[in-house]
């Protein structure tokens, strides 16, 4: 019997466990447009200003956004591909690699790492409405939080519906503000003034860094939207869907954010939108406002499975609910310098997720090729883990933290490469060791 199924208008009933096969539905062409109106938003654009605002020359800037899109893209729809065999969020469904305590703590990084997209998302949205309505500053907090929160709460279908929508609205929107930003700016920098920047290997892969983090930091999230798919589902097509969505939308408003960052770096954000939209600047701030609402729903709802993942014994759309309070509290005092708070939580993000990512992949390709073994009791995957983390130290570069070696080839942060290779192939190392070691039991218990 089915309680779910397509249901829109109906709260979603189920939550990090594994989705029954009775209740599986969907198409992966939905990937497409999850991921694309996730992240069609002005927290996307800003992530372009960063290349130029290192130092590098426009075209360095974005060659550096191309090569961290096609490249993290890649790696979400691995795990977005994942999601119909899991039947279930990827990190509690890979309590064979980590253990139950590797899981519970894996699931407070992803707290984090939701509530923190969150915070930041809502601090923007609440700039743009009172630049729009003359609404106090905790006045907007409570009317965006609650209204994100609705589509959160509501769960799975609702957003895949809305997303759906908000991904031609949003889109139709984004493409009059792109075409006005581009008449726009040519007088706009004759006026500003615009440093032509240059090239340095170490500042061209930092740039490259902080883009591919962008794209990895959502993979800790990548089967929450798949995971109703029917287990039968293409991996390919689930892959590509997703692959395509986000890389479209990334490239797309990361270059004109690097086209538009001579300005933006002198700015703040709503003094760089009324520059550069002119008259259009009520359309832009009602774009603004409207992109902001899909990612904020599902920081929400993947905050909420997180906290199950936890242990925790919450309904899911009470998760959702706390997870919103919790970040609507978080900027309740304000908020310092966007480019420098975001550029470093983007960075942040990558430590832990890239070695992560390195065991999950290694432990998902391995299983596919031999099933019958890789049998494990979590101590491999977090052994794995912390190497991984702890050999990329020393390439950390960060507002907290330079290590040596980073300092030594340019300030590149070479660190989540590094981290995802070492704890991948040592994971890959002691699977191969214990399924040697099997082989070799087997046939002697069978000789005696």
Known sequence: ???????????????????????????????????????????????????????????????????????????????????????????????????????????VFNL??????????LALAVMALQKLLPLGYHSALIILTLASLLIAIYGYNFIHTFTHW????VGCLFVMVTA???????????????????????????????????????????????????????????????????????????????????????????????????????????????SIFPINAVAMYSGGLAMQALGIPIKRWLSAVVIGGTAMLLISFGYGKLADTYSNFLLLLSYWVAPW???????????????????????AGILSFICGVAVSIPFMNSALYVGPLAKNIGGADISYFLSMLVSGMLYLGILKMKDAAVSVKVPAQAEE
């Open 1 to 107: 019997m089915t309680v779910y199924q397509e249901k829109v208008m109906e709260v979603e009933p189920f939550g990090v466990e594994k989705i029954p096969k009775e209740e599986r539905h969907g198409k992966p062409k939905q990937m497409f447009t999850l991921w694309f109106a996730t992240n069609l938003n002005v927290v996307t654009w800003f992530t372009g200003f960063l290349g130029v605002e290192f130092g590098l020359s426009l075209k360095y800037a974005i060659l550096a956004i191309i090569i961290g899109n096609v490249l993290g893209a890649a790696f979400l729809a691995m795990i977005s591909a994942m999601g119909p065999g899991l039947g279930q969020p990827v990190i509690p469904g890979s309590e064979r690699v980590f253990g139950k305590k590797g899981v519970a703590g894996l699931s």
């Open 112 to 121: 984090l790492n939701n509530t923190g997209w969150l915070a930041v998302n």
């Open 166 to 169: 908000m991904s031609i609205i």
């Open 180 to 290: 006005v930003a581009l008449k726009n700016l040519p007088t706009i920098v004759a006026v500003s003034g615009h440093s032509s920047g240059g090239f340095s290997w170490g500042i061209f892969i930092l740039a490259i860094a902080v883009t591919f983090s962008y794209q990895i930091s959502y993979t800790p999230i990548g089967a929450d939207y798949s995971r109703y798919l029917p287990e039968n589902t293409s991996k390919l097509q689930v892959w590509l869907y997703t692959y395509l969505g986000m890389l479209a939308v990334t490239t797309w408003l990361e270059i004109l954010g690097a086209l538009t960052a001579s300005l933006g770096t002198q700015t703040g954000p709503m003094e760089f939108f009324s520059t550069l939209m002119g008259v259009f600047m009520i359309p832009a701030l009602l774009t603004i406002i409207l």
């Open 357 to 379: 990512l390195g065991v999950v992949l290694s432990d998902f390709f391995y299983r596919q090729r031999k099933p019958e073994f890789a049998r494990s009791n979590g101590w």
